[in-house]
C-alpha cells in the first residue's frame, strides 16, 4: 500500500485511534497525577465546613506529600504498550535526566552565591563547577546505558533489531536485484549530488541569516547597555553592526574604562543597578527578542529542513533522520551557541562583562525562549485543530440542510405526480407515460444519492475525523530542545552556574506539558519498537 500502487496513492495519512478507556487511564496517572483519581470515579463534593480543621490540614499534607513525591513518577510500562516504545525510552530519558539535575544544581547555586557576595562573575569557584560538569555529564551516560538496558528488558526490545527497508517515499528507477532476484529501487549517485547542490545553499543560506539577525541583537544589546553606563537616553532601536564602531563600544566595559565603578572587574554591576528597572530592561530586551525570534525561525526552518530532505531522496529512515539531523543540528549551534563566540572574538570586552552578558542571553533564552516555544507548540496546533474541527462541522451543517431541501423536494414531486396521476385517470398517452417513467426514474437516481450523501455525514460525524485533523507527533524537536538544553549546561553552565536549576525547573514542567501534548493535542502516533 505504497505510493506505487493505485490504492497506495488514494490513501491520504495512516494513524491508530486512541482507546478513550486506556487514554483516560494514562491521563489520570501521568497528566493529572495530582488528583489521584482513577478513570470513571467522581470525587466527593468538599466543602471547609464539611469536615475538621485537622481533616483538612491532613488532607492538605497528603496531598501535597503525593505531588511532590511523584514529580518524576510516570506510567513508562502504560506508555510503552500504548504509544510505542520510542516515545516510553524518551520520557523514561526525561525522568532520569532531571533527576540528575539535582546534584548540579545544588552546586551551580552555591556557585552563584560566591558570585554574588564576592561580586565577581569570573571567580575561581567556574573552574572546578566546569570539571564537575565534564565529569557529571560522562556519569550520566554511563548510568543511563545501564537504565535503558534495563527498561529494553522489561519491554522485550533488548538487541531488538528489523530489517531496514526503502522508504514508501523514496522514487528510483526498479531494478531486479542480481543476487536475490526481488525488485528494488536505485537512484544515482550524480543527480543526489545535483539535488546536494540545490538544498545545501538554501538551508546555509537560513542560518547565514540567522547568525545576521543574532549579531545584530547582540550589537544592539551591547549598544544599548553602552548608552545605559554612559548615562545616555536609551534607544531600543535595532542597530546594525559596524566594526569601526566595535573599540567604541567596549571601551566601557574593558578593565582600563575610566567610567568603571568597580575597578578590576570590567563591569558595573552594583546592588543599585540589580534594583534600577533599566538595568533590567536593557539587559532582557534583545536577548528576549532573540528568543522570541529564534524559535519562530526555528519552527519555519524544521518544516524546511524536511522539505528539503524530501527533495534530497534519501532511501532509508535511517540516512534521512541523520541528514535531518545534520541540518537542524547546524542550525541550533549556530543560533544558540554562537553568542559565546561572538563575546570571545568579536568584542573586545573583559572577562566579567562577557560573562553577564552572556549569563542573561542564557537566563532569557532559556526561560524565554524556551517556553515561547513551548507556548507555540502547545497553543498553535490546539487553535488549527479548532478551526479545522469547526469548519468541517460547518460544511457539515450544510451540507444536511441541503440534504433536508433536496429530500423536500422529491417529497414534494412525488406527492405533485401522484395528483396528477389521480386526476389524469387511465386516459394517458404513451409519450406522456414515458415522460412520467423517465422522471420516475431520475427521482429514484436523485434518492439513490441523497443516501449516499446521508451515509457520508454519518461516517463524518465519527471522532476518526476529528483525531484525523490532530497534528502528528514526533519525538524529534523534543529530543533536539533536549539536547540544546544540555548544551547550554555543558557549553554555559561554568559562565553561568544557575543553568542546571532552570534546567531542572523546566524539565518539572516539560516532562507534564509534553505529556499533554501527546494525549490530548496530537494524533496517537503508530507505535514502534526501538532497542
Known sequence: LDNSTELGKCIVQRFPLHMLTRLHDIQHGWVTFWKR??????????????????????????????????????????IAEYFGEN???????????????????ILGVIVFIVQVTSMTLDH??????AVVIMVWISFLLVFWRQKASTLAYRWGVLDYEVEETDRPEFQGKEVIDDVTGEIRKIYPLQKRFLRYLLTTPVWASIIMLTLVIMTTVFYSQDKLYDDYTRGLPLDYTPAFPHLSDRRALSSTTSPSSSSSKNSGNGVNLTWSQLADSDFWAVTFFYPSLYGICVSLISIAFHLIAKWLNEFENHPTQTIFMNRLILKVFSFEFVSIFTSLYYYAFFTDNSADSSYLRISFTILSLMTVGQWWKVFLDLSVPSLYHRALLYRMRADIAAMNRKVYAVREWTEREKHRRHQLRR????????????????????????ERQLEKRIALLQQGRSRCWEEALHARYNTFSDYTALATQMGF???????????????????????????????????????????
Not at 48 to 53: A, D, G, I, L
Not at 54 to 63: C, D, M, Y
Not at 87 to 105: D, E, G, N, Q
Request: one cysteine or more; aromatic letters at 14%.
Open 37 to 78: 483519581e482513577a478513570y470513571g470515579e467522581t470525587p466527593a463534593a468538599w466543602s471547609p465546613c464539611s469536615e475538621s480543621y485537622a481533616v483538612t490540614l491532613a488532607r492538605l499534607r497528603e496531598s501535597i506529600r503525593h505531588f511532590f513525591s511523584n514529580l518524576l513518577t510516570q506510567p513508562l510500562d502504560s
Open 423 to 446: 386526476r389524469g385517470g387511465h386516459s394517458v398517452s404513451s409519450e406522456a407515460e414515458e415522460a412520467v417513467h423517465e422522471e420516475e426514474v431520475e427521482l429514484q437516481e436523485i
Open 489 to 531: 549546561i555543558l557549553c554555559f553552565g561554568a559562565i553561568f552556574p544557575l543553568t542546571p536549576l532552570i534546567a531542572l525547573l523546566n524539565n518539572l514542567l516539560l516532562i507534564r506539558f509534553n505529556a499533554m501534548k501527546i494525549c490530548y493535542t496530537r494524533q496517537r502516533p503508530i507505535a514502534q519498537k526501538v532497542g
Open 87 to 105: 516515545i516510553a525510552f524518551y520520557f523514561a530519558f526525561m525522568a532520569f535526566y532531571t533527576r540528575w539535575l539535582v546534584f548540579p544544581s
Open 124 to 129: 575561581w569557584f567556574c573552574v572546578p563547577f
